[in-house]
């Protein structure tokens, strides 16, 4: 060591103690797992060998702390160790000179927190709620957070399954969290329709359920009318829709459109069509409750992407009971000597409900639509119920006693029940009422 003073060094310089530049180890990385700690390093040349020590204070030396065994020249593992706990650990390179002395270097020094595996997520539900999509899930557990991705596909991932973090990147895109409990989707497509939950902790995450859901209109107006041997089912069909899933399930609401405990029926509109407008689904009478739901298909969206099924208007309940006909004609009759007459014949089966009646209308202009449209041909009124169960009835009426406004050469009919609310469970069977009777 020399001194200057003016521009000008000394002539003589003072000697200093031998200092040693120890090279440490390159690329130290740190796993942290469940109760456990792994270190990976690269060894510089001529190192006699590689001490780690682990301390809950960053240890002083390589002399200090607790001694973690290493595993091969570039590994160590530390086990038994307390999950949400951070662990200090030193790594220094221990060299050996040709007189058998040892120094080891300063060392490098990190911390690391081991935790518990990820737990997949529970009670995850998607549903639409106005034109967003809502997803929510049970609170985790400390240090796990969730993270909600759309998805063009179903990921191919069981619930359950580890994957590193950063690969969620590639299963979908990400939606920013509100809260521990709950994503918001602001612009879901029906290109996108699955919401798969990942619960992330660490550098790794798990994949939990996976549900479909899109912005779309249920079905409105859902009718059920009880037929013979089961039920008839109509609704009026949103925009851009072509096809529903109905389903089926005694005693209680379906939980979906893939619900493994419902009766599943797939129904395009042209089937609808054919079926005059209606779908028929046949159950056994008096068998109990039966809860249908009827979800849309959005035109264009994936096969398995429906409409929420939330609405009131497409659901209903039904109880099948045994149901009645009443079967009925009118006809002209001409006879010799005669005016021309009305002969009306009608017979009822024997169903469990009174039997409130029937009227039958008519009038020249076309088929009646209601029981004040038109003149009433019949009226009856059964006396008492067990005269006329499965007994048929005839009548016959004189034309000239019909009064028809604006009358014509042409007579429709139809029947009508009185008290309809009462008879629900009574099926009328017409004839072809549109061919009006010829009464010249």
Same mark, same amino acid.
């Given at each position: ?112 927190? %081991?935790? *518990?595996?990820?737990? @997949? +997520?529970?009670?995850?539900? =998607?549903?639409?709620?106005? #034109?967003?999509?809502?997803? /929510? ?65 660490? %550098?790794? *995450?798990?994949?939990? @359920? +996976?549900?479909?859901?899109? =912005?779309?209109?249920?079905? #409105?107006?859902?009718?059920? /009318? ?71 298909? @959005? ?142």
């Amino acid at each position: 060591m020399f001194t200057k003073r003016n521009g000008l060094y000394s002539r003589v310089g003072s000697a200093t103690e031998v200092v040693l530049t120890l090279a440490e180890v390159r690329n130290l990385t740190t796993d942290a797992g469940d109760g456990t700690v792994a270190l990976r390093w690269q060894t510089p040349p001529n190192v006699a060998r590689v001490l780690v020590h682990r301390g809950l204070q960053p240890p002083k030396d390589s002399t200090d702390g607790t001694v973690v065994p290493t595993v091969g020249p570039g590994y160590a593992q530390d086990t038994d160790l307390q999950n949400g706990r951070t662990y200090y650990y030193l790594v220094c390179c221990v060299y050996r000179f040709s007189d058998g002395q040892e120094v080891a270097s300063a060392g490098l020094c990190c911390l690391v927190t %081991p935790s *518990a595996p990820p737990q @997949p +997520v529970t009670d995850f539900h =998607v549903q639409a709620e106005g #034109t967003r999509v809502m997803c /929510t899930w049970s609170p985790m557990a400390h240090g796990q957070v969730v993270t909600v991705v759309r998805c063009t596909t179903r990921p191919a991932l069981r619930p359950g399954a580890l994957l590193n973090a950063e690969a969620l990147a590639r299963v979908g895109r990400w939606l920013p969290q509100l809260s521990p409990d709950r994503v918001e989707d602001p612009a879901p497509t029906p290109q996108e329709p699955y919401y798969a939950a990942f619960t992330i902790a660490g %550098p790794w *995450a798990v994949a939990g @359920p +996976v549900h479909s859901c899109i =912005v779309a209109e249920d079905v #409105t107006h859902l009718r059920a /009318t009880l037929i013979r041997g089961g039920v008839k089912l109509s609704w009026d069909w949103p925009a851009n829709c072509q096809a529903v899933v109905i389903a089926r399930r005694q005693g209680e609401w379906p939980a979906g459109p893939h619900d493994s405990q419902a009766t599943i029926f797939h129904w395009a509109l042209s089937q609808y069509c054919q079926h005059q407008e209606s779908f028929r689904d046949t159950l056994e009478p008096d068998s109990g409750e039966y809860c249908y739901i009827v979800y849309a298909q @959005p035109a264009g969206a994936p096969e398995l992407a429906y409409a929420p099924g939330t609405s009131s208007e497409c659901r209903c309940r039904v109880r099948p009971m045994r149901i009645g006909q009443l079967t009925y004609s009118v006809r002209v009759v001409k006879g010799w000597f005669r005016p021309l007459e009305l002969e009306r014949r009608w017979e009822a089966d024997s169903y469990p409900q009174p039997f409130s009646g029937f009227v039958i209308v008519s009038n020249s202009r076309g088929v009646p639509k209601s029981l004040e449209d038109g003149v009433p041909l019949l009226r009856w009124e059964p006396q008492n119920p067990q005269d006329y169960r499965g007994v048929p009835q005839s009548q016959r009426l004189n034309l000239g006693d019909i009064s028809l406004q604006q009358p014509t050469a042409r007579l429709y009919y139809k029947l009508f029940l009185l008290n309809p609310a009462a008879q629900e469970t009574l099926l009328v069977k017409h004839p072809d009422v549109s061919r009006p009777l010829a009464l010249s």
